[in-house]
């Protein structure tokens, strides 16, 4: 067993003020009140028209905070972002072959969706987690399947260069970690959907479905293989059903959870807008860069600088003490650490997701506060060191 070389580490003193860290549901922004939500729609019916107007206006809202293009429809749609893709890749894929972008756990759903489709002609561009696909290899004319920011292998797309605005295919983009964090150049995608509870940190169950001009037309043009699902179907007699994209949702939404939208919405345009959700999710980022970067025993799960992501922050443990166990003593090791972290009320729900290689993951969305990412750094150094001592000492006595 090597010996540590980062030495004893004294308990911290100051806890992170939120020990929320979660990468879904994600923590309520700064100063959110569950009794400061407007009460008045609940228990009504969506299709009044009261509450079908402030459906209409959540929809208005987000597009306008996001910086949709003139063009573009947005509605709100059950499944949360799962049920916004599937209805995408339901509705929309059949006519062109297809090139999948696969580089973790909900990328590589996705490819699995495509197959069970029955969906011919799909070519898979595949990567290890903390790895991108080789881009240059996707084709202009086919349509493209892809996640914007990996949720479960901290590795984003860092541009969309690669993608021409002269394009034949669609791209189908899954943004749920990233709408709200990260710039996204509209030119470059048909089709992007999130959901409420990731950036904004609004409730689960709602998706947003955002659909381009392309896509609007190829829904209006285009015959599913397949019959679909009343809670999948965009268009009658051959057109969108607008009132979707109007707050007639296709089915019953929550009201308190549109409550808790509008909530969200009204602190984002507070604190100055899109900018200023990218600026704390870039500040979040840095934080822990900034410890990764003087730490020997932890490195970040993207092997490239510029696809970091700065929502979904995945670690991997580097330490030859923990490297040298085998995967499931390092799964078990970081459940350990994890867990300790918890029962001191410093950091929940921040172990790597399960098909994820062993480690940490620590959301950085704009609801999280740069000073708590900041003073959860000194923990993770002293829960490691915890256990690398108690990992020293049994192998001792073997």
Known sequence: MNDSNIGFVEKPRVRPIDARFSSGPCRKHPGWDLSKLTTEHLGRSHRASDAKARLALAIERSSQLLGLPEGWRLGIVPGSDTGAFEMAMWSLLGSRAIDALVWESFSNDWATDLASLGLANVTLHKADYGALPDLSRVDDSNDVVMVYNGTTSGVRLPNLDWISENREGLVLCDATSAAY??????????????????????????????????????????????????????????????????????????????????????????????????????????????????????????????????????????????????????????????????????????????????????????????????????????????????????????
């Open 181 to 398: 964090a990260m710039p996204i150049d509209f030119s470059k995608v048909d089709v992007l959907t999130w959901s409420w509870q990731k950036v904004l940190g609004g409730e689960a169950a709602h998706g947003m479905l955002a659909l381009g001009p392309r896509a609007v037309e190829r829904l209006e043009n285009h015959k599913p293989l397949r019959a679909l699902p009343k809670i999948f179907t965009l268009t009658k007699n051959d057109a969108l059903i607008e009132g979707i994209f109007k707050g007639a949702t296709i089915n019953t939404p929550s009201m308190l959870a549109v409550e808790d939208l509008h909530s969200a919405l009204d602190w984002a345009d507070e604190i100055g807008g899109l900018d200023a959700l990218h600026a704390r999710s870039q500040a979040n980022f840095e934080a822990l860069d900034n410890w990764v970067g003087k730490t020997d025993w932890v490195d970040w799960l993207a092997d490239d600088a510029t696809t970091r992501s700065s929502t979904s922050m995945c670690l991997k443990i580097v330490h030859p003490g923990f490297t040298e166990l085998d995967t499931d003593a390092q799964i078990a090791a970081v459940k350990s650490i994890v867990g300790k972290l918890a029962k001191e009320n410093v950091a929940f729900d921040i172990a790597h997701y399960r098909s994820a290689p062993a480690g940490f993951r620590i959301w950085g969305g704009a609801t999280v506060e740069e000073s708590d990412i900041a003073q959860l750094t000194p923990w993770l150094d002293w829960a490691f060191t915890s256990f690398l001592t108690n990992l020293t000492i049994g192998a001792a006595h073997v």
